[in-house]
Every structure is written in structure tokens, then in C-alpha cells.
């Protein structure tokens, strides 16, 4: 069976610091990988999605990367954090483009 | 361009009650539809889904029914419990290449015993 793993579950970094949020996805070959952002009050923002080993379209411009060094691994970066990067980071992967999405436990990043 | 909006929140219930959360949609082609289902601390897990008009996605008591005529996708349950509390999220995937599952912004169900 299919399983995602993401780290670390829980992160307080103070502002202008670097960031590497990982996720890792098993049994499956190829899949879609996304990054959501959940800010207080705003639902989930849809942040980076890739269809392969580095290629990645970017939702929203601002001073997230995403990169995809592996089939099945998907890092989430930021080089100075801003204090509006709080937020709960879900990781995500589907067979296909836009079907059903199976998420991470998710990533709780608090800015300072 | 497609969307998805869902009733705000929270939804306060007491135990056994009857839940309704409203979702409504807009989308150009033929989209599938999801209702994902978050508690505290955690990710995300898919509670339903429906892929064409007239479908039924039903999990754990509750359902919900793809509704073309009225771009709708209602989740409802007949009677809750304390353990259903959690965030519900309304999906819509416009089943295109290229493209992502468009949430709405979540409503907060709470279960009181």
C-alpha cells in the first residue's frame, strides 16, 4: 500500500531563517505531488505541484521554492522566512493530474 | 475560472442531531467531486466522493449527491456524534491535465454530547 511521510511535524524558526520542509511518498511509481499551505481562517492554498523529477509549477509567488530531486520526494524551501509563512504545510500526491488526493500528516510551521 | 464555496462556520450540533453542510460549486467542464474530512492536528483524508452527475458518495453515515442541476454537493449525515467533530472541506477536481483539486475554505463541525 501507498504511504506519505512528511517532517518535521512540528517547527519554530525565527524570521529571516532558512527553511526545508520534506515529504516522501512509497509503493507508488510517478505520482503527482503537491505542497498546501493552511493559514488560520483561509482554507488550503495551493503553493507548488509537480508532475516529475523537477518540474514544478508554481500557484503563488512569493519566497517558498519547491524542488523534486527524486520520483517520490518532494522538499518544500524557504531561504529567509517571513512571519506570514506561519501556517500548516500539507504534503500531497495523487495518481493522476487533479484526482483524488491522498495527504501527509502535515507540517506546522510557526515564524517569530 | 472553477471554484468551490462551502458554508462558513462553525457548525455547533449536539449529539444525534441532523447535519447539512452546504457546498456549491462553478466549473466549465465536467468536474468530480470530494469531501475530505480533517481532525485536530492532523492531515487531510478523503470522507467521499462522486464523479458524474446524479452519483451518491456515501462513507461512515454520511453522503452526499452530485447535483448538476443545482451545482451542488451537500454533505449530510442523520445523526452525529462527538467523534465526527473536525474540519470539512469541499473539493472539486476539474479533471484536466495539468491542474489541482480546488478546495473550499472548510467549515468547523462541533459535536457536543
Known amino acids: 500500500s501507498q504511504t506519505i511521510h512528511q517532517w518535521p511535524a512540528t517547527l519554530v524558526q525565527p524570521v529571516g531563517s532558512p527553511l526545508s520542509l520534506e515529504c516522501t511518498v512509497e509503493?507508488?511509481?510517478?505520482?503527482?505531488l503537491y505542497w498546501y499551505r493552511q493559514a488560520a481562517g483561509r482554507g488550503l492554498q495551493l503553493l507548488f505541484y509537480?508532475?516529475?523529477?523537477?518540474?514544478i509549477s508554481s500557484e503563488v509567488p512569493q519566497n517558498l521554492s519547491a524542488s523534486r530531486p527524486q520520483d517520490r520526494q518532494f522538499i518544500l524551501s524557504s531561504k529567509k522566512l517571513l512571519l506570514s509563512d506561519s501556517g500548516f504545510y500539507l504534503c500531497?500526491?495523487?495518481?493522476?493530474?487533479?484526482?483524488?488526493?491522498?495527504f501527509g500528516e502535515g507540517s506546522r510551521l510557526t515564524v517569530l | 475560472g472553477d471554484s468551490v464555496t462551502q458554508m462558513e462556520g462553525p457548525v455547533t450540533l449536539s449529539e444525534e442531531a441532523f447535519l447539512t453542510i452546504n457546498c456549491t460549486y462553478t466549473?466549465?467542464?465536467?468536474?468530480?467531486l470530494f469531501w475530505y474530512v480533517q481532525y485536530p492536528g492532523e492531515g487531510l483524508q478523503l470522507l467521499l466522493k462522486?464523479?458524474?452527475?446524479?452519483d451518491k458518495g456515501s462513507n461512515k453515515g454520511f453522503e452526499a449527491t452530485y447535483r448538476k442541476e443545482t451545482t451542488s454537493f451537500h454533505l449530510e449525515k442523520g445523526s452525529v456524534q462527538v467523534s465526527d467533530s473536525a474540519v470539512y472541506f469541499c473539493?472539486?477536481?476539474?479533471?484536466?491535465?495539468?491542474?489541482?483539486?480546488?478546495f473550499g475554505k472548510g467549515t468547523t463541525l462541533s459535536v457536543s454530547s
Open positions: 509537480s508532475v516529475g523529477i523537477g518540474q
Open positions: 500531497a500526491w495523487s495518481l493522476t493530474s487533479a484526482g483524488e488526493l491522498f
Open positions: 509503493g507508488t511509481s510517478n505520482p503527482n
Open positions: 466549473a466549465t467542464g465536467y468536474p468530480s
Open positions: 473539493a472539486l477536481s476539474p479533471n484536466q491535465a495539468g491542474t489541482a483539486l480546488i
Open positions: 462522486a464523479t458524474k452527475a446524479d
